[in-house]
């Protein structure tokens, strides 16, 4: 049965590595039916969790009201959630880690999470693949943390500039990793 996925992207390069891979991924899984939500989040406004534990008060998921909570209620109905990001500086870019640290107003609010699956897909300039371990690690700690099942990951070394990722399997990888859903 086709399950309900939101990918959330990471990068703000339309033409970039890591959206290349996503719409690989997302071409896969609607062939496969699924039905993919997809926020590209560096495109959108989303600041920063400011911690005041007031989730939900407002009968909005976060009271700073912003494209946040256009992408909340998405992440409370998927099955599957996809995060598709570049390596900025051995780390989460700020764009998506607003997102992920946004998530926590679920978490605050009470809201079953639980039992989702997850996948990443992320690429870095450089050729050593530990580089992709500071996406990687916090991503698979933050699933474990929540009760999601990490059933992929895609992590491609090596791609600077857009349009790297073709002289890599990058694509094709994202394309298999919705055979695991
Ligand atoms: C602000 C910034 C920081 C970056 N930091 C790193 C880094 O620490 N290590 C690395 O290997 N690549 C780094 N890169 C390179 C990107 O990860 C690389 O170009 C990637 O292919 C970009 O993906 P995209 O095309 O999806 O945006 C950085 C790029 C930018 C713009």
Redesign the pocket.
Known sequence: MGKKIVVMTG???KN????AMTDAFIQAAEAKGHTVKRFDTAMMKVGGCRACETCFQTGKPCSFDDDFNTIAPAILEADVLVFTM?????SIPAQIKAVIDRIYSLVVGGKDIAGKECALIA????EDRT?LDGVRIPLERTAALNKWKMIGEVLI?G????G?IDKTDGCRQAAELADKI
Do not use: H, I, Q, T
């Open positions: 990068s703000p390069r970039g590595n890591s959206f570049p390596v900025y500086w051995y690429c870095c300039e450089e580089v070394p791609v600077l500039k857009a790297d």
